[in-house]
């Protein structure tokens, strides 16, 4: 066992304080990642606040992990010590299923490991993430990160870079196509920026006017207000795919409207009450509702190496781990443009 040190949250009410624990030593097939940047997931306060049930106490967040590898298992291949990599929102699975098979280990069928807070496949104990100066991971889920790119900008690709990437590549999204993003947040912002990467003309849809100028510096074409009737009703039937990045509560149905005959909707958020559908919408256009969840290992990869040749990033504010509970409450008031990412070197002095 090796010595680490982090920022966790003892329980549900506790805010997150410095926490002394133990990594496993590698074994033939792990990658000890010496950490430099974590990116900070909604999903992060979600869980440390046990908002979603089953959460794991004491919990160290993360899963949004850049840094540099400083220890190799005797069989490893693909990375050796002075790498970067990353590591994202997962750490194993079964390996035998189906999903598993095809690489998309996201959907494993008897669940992947989270990178933090689930039981570990690796002994018996729970998996720590990347609130902390070190990692340790099979080298099967580790990540190659160009050094072309900002490091700190690139921690949030792990997550929210990978979330919006992957429905974008599944439903074919590219050159010709009308494509909607819903919501301009950490996922939103990154969605517009891949859309127009893809070659598609970007509408970005907010609440919130003064999003208007950032969403197109970030590649959208358009800007809707969407509690604007006019607005909305002026793109009726004209969509080809829209991406719905938005977790709090909202109607989908004024967005199926606006779908082409055939065109495709996906969801990212979960909101806390379940939207009520209105069939007609996909019914009477054979439009389909769909859902996505992250990406699989290839899949990240290939996002990864996409940014590099792109030159994309996450748009960040880089902050001390000793301001994470002050970006957490920031983070519920949508103040923050687009991510926070933690800088780990600040550890040691927040101990």
Sequence with gaps: MTAALGYAAESAKAPLTSFAFERRTPGAHDVRIEIAYCGVCHSDLHQVRDEWGGSVFPMVPGHE??????EVGAHVKGYKVGDL?????????CRSCPSCAEGLEQYCEQGFTGTYGAKSRVGDGITYGGYSNHIVVDEAFVLRVSDKLDLAAVAPLLCAGITTYSPLRHWKVGPGQKVGIVGLGGLGHMAVKFAKAFGAHVVLFTTSPGKGEDAKRLGASEVVISKN???MKAHARSFDFILDTVSAPHDINAYLALLKRDGAMTLLGVPDTPPMLQFQHLIFSRRQLGGSLIGGIQETQEMLDFCAEHGI???IELIPMQQINEAYERMLKSDVKY??????ATLKQAA
């Design 65 to 70: 992990i850049v840094g540099r590898v400083v």
């Design 85 to 93: 990599a990353g590591v994202g929102c997962m750490v194993d699975s």
């Design 229 to 231: 009737k006019d607005e």
């Design 313 to 315: 990033v996450s748009d």
């Design 339 to 344: 991510r926070f990412v933690i800088d780990i």
